[in-house]
């Protein structure tokens, strides 16, 4: 939720019902809990962590409290690439590129995640810089 409000500049509930948000979000954390289990293989074997961390019910989670509980807000790291602000984005998704390599995997939807929200800080700041010419 937080990177795709940053990249797409609102707030969370306008990207409620729709298909292309739905495909982003299966595809991160398809790939997010691909690279988990591998790198943490106690959640391959853990009974709870087989019933929490699917796709469908990790979706159902944050479009839950990200459309239905917090619909109206702005997420913290679209605020921090508003103000200008660095992101936790490589604490979020980046910690998924950190952890796909150390085992041997790719993380492509997390690497490109993470490059779109640096480049639009990125170009944000410019426009401020700009600006102030």
Known sequence: MNCTTSIIDTINYKLNNSK??????????????AVLRKAYPI?????LAKKLLNTEKQIGFVKHVGFS??????TSMRQDVLNLRDTEIDYINGHIIKKAFEEGMSAPVSETICNLVKIKLLVNRRTA???KK
């Open 20 to 33: 292309e948000v739905d495909e982003l979000y299966t595809s991160i954390v398809s790939e997010s809990l």
């Open 43 to 47: 959640l391959q074997t853990s009974e």
């Open 69 to 74: 509980i917090n619909g109206k807000n702005s």
């Open 129 to 131: 810089e700009e600006e």
